[in-house]
């Protein structure tokens, strides 16, 4: 499997996942990389009607683990850990998360991710440790289609 097979294959991967149904985003995955947009919906409000903080922590893990997994071409990786924060409310638009490994090892990756809101400002990032797991990505749903 070529590098852009791999990455379109992560690509359909995410669409196929039943959780994005509901949030509709969209995902471009590179080498080291990735990129996501979800529209904001009122139905993503917490009551007090700003975006509630687990659309922020999806986004950032999301980016962060589809960056780590562009490397991996045989494994699905986990996450084992992550640190949010959430630095600037928001209610409406569109928003863009940015993953990006910056270490890698045998064992893991280490990626950053940062969210953006329609006017390019920063209202959370993130980083995470991931690791390779026993489940071969191509019994993922969606992978390789």
Same mark, same amino acid.
Request: charged residues 20%; contains cysteine.
């Given at each position: 499997?070529t ?12 669409a196929?996942a039943?959780?994005n ?14 990129e ?6 009122e139905?993503f409000?917490?009551?007090? /009607? ?9 986004? #950032?893990?999301?980016?962060a683990?589809?960056?780590a997994?562009?490397?991996e ?12 924060? #959430?630095? !600037? ?5 569109? #928003? !863009? ?12 990756f280490?990626a ?12 959370? !990032?993130?980083? /995470?440790?991931?690791? !390779?797991s ?7 749903? /969606?992978?390789g289609v």
């Open positions: 499997m590098n852009t097979e791999h990455y379109k294959s992560l690509e359909n991967m995410y196929a039943p959780i149904q509901i949030y509709k985003p969209s995902l471009t995955v590179s080498e080291g990389e990735a996501i947009e979800i529209a904001i919906s139905e409000h917490h009551s007090g /009607g700003a975006l509630h903080g687990s659309v922020y922590f999806k986004m #950032l893990d999301d980016a683990w589809f960056a997994n562009s490397y071409f045989e494994c699905f990786v986990l996450t084992t850990s992550f640190t949010t924060y #959430l630095t !600037r409310p928001v209610s409406d638009g569109q #928003l !863009r998360a940015v993953g990006k490994v910056v270490s890698k090892n045998k064992t893991q280490i950053e991710s940062v969210v953006y809101d329609s006017n390019n400002k920063e209202i959370g !990032r993130g980083n /995470g440790v991931f690791m !390779r026993k489940m071969p990505l191509k019994s993922a749903k /969606g992978y």
